[in-house]
T-cell receptor, first 110, second 111 residues
Framework: GEDVEQSLFLSVREGDSSVINCTYT??????LYWYKQEPGAGLQLLTY?????DMKQDQRLTVLLNKKDKHLSLRIADTQTGDSAIYFC??????????FGKGTRLHILP | DTEVTQTPKHLVMGMTNKKSLKCEQH?????MYWYKQKAKKPPELMFV???????INESVPSRFSPECPNSSLLNLHLHALQPEDSALYLC??????????FGSGTRLTVV
């Protein structure tokens, strides 16, 4: 079956790195995504990784994929107050259906 | 234009009302989606249109009726809704699998 799991909460001090983890069960997942949702807003695509890659870096964001363990992580360097949001991990098998995790609420401590 | 625009932003309707949610994109994306999101939950897929044809219906009750009049527009017609249908309704579009662009949603309250 299809399932995407994430921890629900993460607290990080401003300026530190945040690491949000995700595991998925579908071995035929082709694309893996990280979305950000701020209160009252829609979802913003932060980054995505194709399943034949193991790392992708984009400015402060680093995505690591361990396909053997079906583990995906998002690292946010130098976490800022504006990074406070819910982060959704999601996967797709290459059809038009995306499966979302329950989301990790990132709280920034001063 | 790199946005998905949804109207209205907020909607309150009675259980006997008929209303419509609208979604528009001008990015030339081939696929458009409706998602439903309850508070503190992930988005749940409702419908997918690909090249203006309905390709996925996730067993959504018939009181929700999607319509894709052209490649830029997607509507969701609502009729005889229940209070538990209150949620944030999100529209999204995509061209390929490298990224889905979401609108900011319509917050629907059924009274």
């Amino acid at each position: 079956g299809e399932d995407v799991e994430q921890s629900l909460f993460l607290s990080v001090r401003e300026g530190d790195s945040s690491v949000i983890n995700c595991t998925y069960t579908d071995s035929s997942s082709t694309y893996l995504y990280w979305y950000k949702q701020e209160p009252g807003a829609g979802l913003q695509l932060l980054t995505y990784i194709f399943s034949n890659m193991d790392m992708k870096q984009d400015q402060r964001l680093t995505v690591l994929l361990n396909k053997k363990d079906k583990h995906l992580s998002l690292r946010i360097a130098d976490t800022q107050t504006g990074d406070s949001a819910i982060y959704f991990c999601a996967e797709s098998r290459g059809d038009d259906k995306i499966i979302f995790g329950k989301g990790t609420r990132l709280h920034i401590l001063p | 234009d790199t946005e998905v625009t949804q109207t209205p932003k907020h909607l309150v309707m009675g259980m006997t009302n008929k209303k419509s949610l609208k979604c528009e994109q001008h990015m030339g994306h081939r696929a458009m989606y409706w998602y439903k999101q309850k508070a503190k939950k992930p988005p749940e897929l409702m419908f997918v249109y690909s090249y203006e044809k309905l390709s996925i219906n996730e067993s959504v009750p018939s009181r929700f009726s999607p319509e894709c009049p052209n490649s830029s527009l997607l509507n969701l017609h609502l009729h005889a809704l229940q209070p538990e249908d209150s949620a944030l309704y999100l529209c999204a579009s995509s061209q390929d699998f490298g990224g889905y662009t979401f609108g900011s949603g319509t917050r629907l309250t059924v009274v």
